[in-house]
């Protein structure tokens, strides 16, 4: 079993789509999470952070954590085409260890 | 816009030449690191550094050496480049910022053809 796994996709949904990407992890250590947004041939740039559990909330991103169903979720509302990427998860045990990334999951949004 | 650069965007090589690639960053952060991305397997950590010539290996490390002599570069050597190098290389920073925030920000990756 991978240490985090995350439905590679592709996802398409039509234009104004609410949008559900998950990442289940095995460790339960793990207390800060990321979630980050690659176009294609670019690097990924980080979009939602989140230390422990809870929501957070960014225009029309929402990132939640469930630690204790080790289960991480990043929500977009009103998707746009421009959302078309691969969104990677990430997290770490403790702060400056390494990250561990999910595979990625790509959306393809639909106009 | 993190300030990382990395050169050369693109390179194609032959098997069992040398490859440097090279991580600029303008911020003077003292975590770098270097990563490949390949299909199925997500980003992997390669090398990664924490400060001058202080450096460690990550999980797929073998084949790779690092160096880090100036804050501001991070240099990836293939010794000896094989097929199952072939990859797209980022390098990443890890801000420091006084709150415990803990996250990386990357570069734009070079893509590697070895053939």
């Known amino acids: 079993q991978k240490e985090v796994e995350q439905d590679p996709g592709p996802l398409s949904v039509p234009e104004g789509a609410i949008v559900s990407l998950n990442c289940t992890y095995s460790?339960?250590?793990?207390?800060?999470f990321m979630w980050y947004r690659q176009y294609s041939r670019k690097g990924p740039e980080l979009l939602m952070y989140?230390?422990?559990?809870g929501n957070k909330e960014d225009g029309r991103f929402t990132a939640q954590v469930d630690k204790s169903s080790k289960y991480i979720s990043l929500f977009i509302r009103d998707s746009q085409p421009s959302d078309s990427a691969t969104y990677l998860c990430?997290?770490?045990?403790?702060?400056?260890?390494?990250?561990?990334f999910g595979p990625g999951t790509r959306l393809s949004v639909l106009p | 816009d993190a300030g990382i650069t990395q050169s050369p965007r693109h390179k194609v090589t032959e098997t069992g030449t040398p490859v440097t690639l090279r991580c600029h960053q303008t911020?003077?952060?003292?975590?770098m690191y270097w990563y490949r991305q390949d299909p199925g397997h997500g980003l992997r950590l390669i090398h990664y550094?924490?400060?001058?010539?202080?450096?460690d290996k990550g999980e797929v490390s073998d084949g790779y050496s690092v160096s880090r002599s100036k804050t501001e570069d991070f240099l990836l050597t293939l010794e000896s480049a094989t097929s199952s190098q072939t990859s797209v290389y980022f390098c990443a920073i890890r801000p420091e910022d006084g709150h415990g925030t803990d996250t990386q920000y990357f570069g734009p990756g070079t893509r590697l053809t070895v053939l």
């Open positions: 460790n339960s250590a793990f207390q800060y």
């Open positions: 550094s924490y400060g001058v010539k202080d450096t």
């Open positions: 989140t230390y422990s559990s």
């Open positions: 990430a997290m770490s045990a403790n702060y400056g260890q390494n990250f561990v």
């Open positions: 911020e003077n952060h003292r975590y």
